[in-house]
């Protein structure tokens, strides 16, 4: 971490006023403070991306606000902001703005920006979920009692309810209005109020405009029965619509929340402090964000790792499953890595720090995690753009229609503009996909899979063909005992005994391959000799003799014509010449072939490439339950593949992880890359599995194909729904109780149709 610095000093007549600024936006100014929710931004040495929490954002229509509002600003380069989670990324250059001007920019427009950070604590979300759901409670309490009032009005014969008792009933609904209209109703004119005063029409401003004519002409009709207004009040109608359309925001906050959820158990893991020991052997607790590459910090159970490092002192056991997808705690002792963002399970450590903070690799997973919860696919962005235009034409449309109506009484006219305006509020088609893309992505983060772009959940229900790569992605760097070959007089045991007491003595993969099938016999081996690239020998005493005994390549142990095309083999021979052949084998890496099969059961082609020899490439994929396998290929010969079928018309997704993999995956229709892939692979993927599980190869496509088919029932339904009530409440059909009922229930579909992504299938 660097240490705090201000920025340099921005030119006079390039900063916006400061009028208003606080102390504490003033301090984010300091290198420190913004380096904590902020990042390199990649591939730059001059410029940093930030996020920001913004509060006050009640529709997705904001989002374009907002970025208007920050692109202007000095240093600010990129601005993306998802409405979906109320958070804005900026791309920025630190020599030329300064952080303390986006909350003054957010401010001028009608928003509040935190810190990232701060809003990872949790304390604004909080407060902001409790507001919402006691505006829910007192328009729900306040809807049932006023429509209890309204029911005899209903179902009253001509002449059967007296005058003083209809408006006693009257006068009651509109004291028990006058609370949601105050108190539940806030949000929306705040919301419509800002953006009328900043010159735009948000999602909120025909909403606002209805409930305020409803109760306006119902409040007339009340103090003035015989007035211009009538007898007609919509005091139901008003609290009604409230209630159901809080009760749509109150559910899309909740799965905004538990979308998030995967970030914000990440974000919020690390601890904020940690015990330091000295060189004197004394300890300190110091912030996280202090820890250096060098210091050495003690851990015990229950605490959480804040950095990357090696174990010094002790042993325990450590829980990776919020990082990796691993859920069995794994043992960790002196010298082995542990990452952060695990947790210490058992045992008190000391353990070096190797990478703090973004270079960690938990850091990493953040980081990706954020980008991806901020970008919206582009048809959210479309409907960002038009919603506007949209809602111009809405406003117009329901002055139209009172106009016309107007011959017909105020009252009747004005129910029908309060109607038009109610039921053409685009809330169900805003909501329609960045709802169930981030659903999705949520879901699929618990399982430990990142999304690094949400447009891959659009591409990602088209994939027809999976390409694999080989070495590294089917298989994992360890090799396994196939057969073994002995001449007579010798069982398999015994020799495998024999050679895993050389092996025990080597450091090559075959030999750590016999080593660990060989028996626990007891052998030991003496006078120990490695040969790079052919071989070990050594004496081993056996059966009350010693015997000299080579262990290695063909060449090395003089044995002549036993290689086998596609198979690796290791040599035994002792004084008498060629004792034992062993074939290895690569070990397919665990849950490969259930990975295959559930691809097979989707209806999807597999295949692999690999620049191994062909015969190793087809005895593995035999192994792995592949059809089609291709040896030899280099980069270009995977390009050339991957890129002849796509022109055959296939849409071809492509798992890797060497750096060779670089090009295909950039080529490939969908990406996809393991969590220990170098970073050139997991740079150019579009998803990121963590702990290797090929397994989550299906659960991303089938996760796309459920996505896609959520999407389009959300946009099937909101354009049905506008279709069918648009001309009804212009044909004065549609009373506003109706279109209030109508509104809020495809909000509500939509967001229950999208909260089922939530949880994946298996």
């Known amino acids: 971490m660097q240490a705090a610095a201000l920025l340099p000093p921005v030119p006079v007549a390039a900063a916006p006023a400061r009028a208003g600024a606080g102390a504490a936006?003033?301090?984010?100014?300091?290198?420190?403070?913004?380096?904590?929710?902020?990042?390199?931004?990649?591939?730059?040495?001059?410029?940093?991306?930030?996020?920001?929490?913004?509060?006050?954002?009640?529709?997705?229509?904001?989002?374009?606000?907002?970025?208007?509002?920050?692109?202007?600003?000095?240093?600010?380069?990129?601005?993306?902001?998802?409405?979906?989670?109320?958070?804005?990324?900026?791309?920025?250059?630190?020599?030329?703005?300064?952080?303390?001007?986006?909350?003054?920019?957010?401010?001028?427009?009608?928003?509040?920006?935190?810190?990232?950070?701060?809003?990872?604590?949790?304390?604004?979300?909080?407060?902001?979920?409790?507001?919402?759901?006691?505006?829910?409670?007192?328009?729900?309490?306040?809807?049932?009692?006023?429509?209890?009032?309204?029911?005899?009005?209903?179902?009253?014969?001509?002449?059967?309810?007296?005058?003083?008792?209809?408006?006693?009933?009257?006068?009651?609904?509109?004291?028990?209005?006058?609370?949601?209209?105050?108190?539940?109703?806030?949000?929306?004119?705040?919301?419509?109020?800002?953006?009328?005063?900043?010159?735009?029409?948000?999602?909120d401003v025909p909403v606002a405009i209805g409930i305020a004519i409803a109760f306006g002409a119902s409040t007339a009709a009340t103090f003035d029965p015989g007035g211009p207004m009538g007898g007609e009040v919509w005091y139901d109608s008003v609290t009604m619509f409230v209630f159901f359309l809080l009760s749509g925001r109150l559910l899309e906050q909740r799965l905004r929340d538990r979308t998030a959820g995967a970030l914000e158990a990440l974000a919020r893991r690390l601890p904020e402090t940690v015990e330091r020991l000295a060189a004197d052997g004394s300890t300190e607790r110091i912030a996280v964000r202090r820890l250096q590459a060098g210091d050495r910090i003690r851990l015990r159970a229950g605490e959480v790792f804040p950095a990357d490092g090696r174990i010094l002192e002790g042993e325990t056991q450590v829980d990776e499953a919020l990082l990796t997808g691993e859920s069995t705690p794994l043992p960790r002792h002196v010298g082995q890595p542990v990452i952060a963002g695990s947790a210490n399970l058992s045992g008190t450590v000391v353990v070096l720090v190797e990478r703090t903070g973004a270079a960690t690799r938990y850091g990493q997973i953040v980081a990706l995690m954020e980008r991806a919860s901020v970008e919206k696919p582009a048809i959210a962005r479309l409907a960002d753009r038009f919603a506007s235009p949209f809602l111009v034409a809405v406003l117009f449309g329901a002055a139209a229609a009172a106009w016309w109506w107007w011959p017909q009484g105020p009252g009747h006219a004005l129910g029908v503009a309060v109607a038009v305006l109610i039921v053409t509020c685009p809330c169900a088609l805003s909501l329609a996909t960045p709802a169930a893309t981030l659903a999705a992505a949520g879901a699929l983060a618990r399982r430990g899979i990142l999304v690094q772009r949400l447009e891959a959940l659009e591409s990602g229900a088209s994939i027809d063909t999976v390409v694999f790569d080989k070495t590294g992605t089917l298989t994992i760097d360890r090799m396994s005992l196939r057969a073994v070959r002995t001449r007579d007089g010798v069982t398999g045991q015994e020799a495998l005994a024999l050679a895993g007491a050389l092996a025990r003595q080597a450091l090559h993969p075959a030999s750590r391959a016999l080593a660990a099938a060989a028996p626990d016999s007891g052998l030991q081996a003496h006078a120990v000799q490695e040969h790079g690239g052919r071989g070990v020998a050594g004496r081993v005493d056996a059966g009350g003799a010693s015997r000299c005994l080579r262990l290695g390549s063909a060449a090395f142990c003089g044995v002549a014509g036993s290689e086998q095309a596609g198979l690796a083999q290791v040599h035994l021979a002792d004084e008498a010449g060629w004792l034992a052949s062993f074939e290895l084998e690569e070990t397919l890496r665990s849950g490969a072939l259930a990975a295959v099969a559930s691809l097979q059961r989707l209806g999807l082609q597999a295949e692999v490439l690999s620049g191994d020899r062909s015969a190793a490439v087809q005895r593995l994929a035999q192994r792995a339950g592949l059809q089609q396998a291709r040896g030899g290929q280099g980069p270009q010969d995977k390009l050339d593949r991957v890129a002849g079928l796509q022109a055959a018309g296939r849409r071809v997704a492509m798992v890797g992880d060497g750096m060779n993999d670089g090009p295909v995956l950039a080529r490939a229709d969908l990406s996809i890359a393991l969590g220990e892939a170098v970073p050139v692979a997991q740079a150019r993927s579009d998803f990121i599995i963590q702990g290797g599980q090929l397994e989550g190869v299906a659960a991303i496509l089938q996760q796309a194909r459920r996505t896609r088919a959520v999407v389009r029932q959300n946009l099937c339904w909101a354009a049905l729904y506008n279709a069918v009530s648009v001309p009804l409440a212009i044909a004065g059909q549609m009373p506003p109780w109706l279109a209030g009922l109508g509104m809020a229930a495809s909000s509500l579909f939509v967001v229950l149709n999208a909260a089922r992504l939530a949880r994946l299938r298996t």
């Open 25 to 203: 936006a003033c301090a984010l100014d300091e290198r420190a403070e913004w380096e904590s929710f902020s990042r390199p931004a990649k591939g730059r040495d001059d410029a940093w991306e930030s996020y920001l929490a913004v509060e006050g954002m009640y529709c997705p229509g904001c989002s374009l606000t907002i970025e208007q509002a920050l692109m202007p600003l000095p240093g600010v380069e990129d601005v993306q902001v998802n409405g979906a989670t109320a958070t804005a990324r900026i791309v920025w250059a630190p020599a030329q703005g300064r952080p303390s001007q986006w909350l003054e920019a957010l401010q001028r427009a009608g928003y509040r920006g935190l810190p990232a950070s701060d809003q990872l604590a949790a304390v604004p979300r909080r407060q902001a979920r409790r507001m919402m759901l006691w505006r829910w409670l007192v328009a729900g309490f306040c809807m049932m009692q006023v429509m209890m009032y309204a029911v005899p009005a209903y179902v009253a014969a001509p002449g059967e309810m007296t005058p003083d008792v209809a408006a006693l009933l009257r006068w009651a609904a509109w004291l028990l209005t006058l609370p949601v209209l105050l108190f539940s109703c806030r949000p929306f004119f705040a919301s419509a109020w800002r953006d009328v005063r900043h010159g735009r029409i948000g999602m």
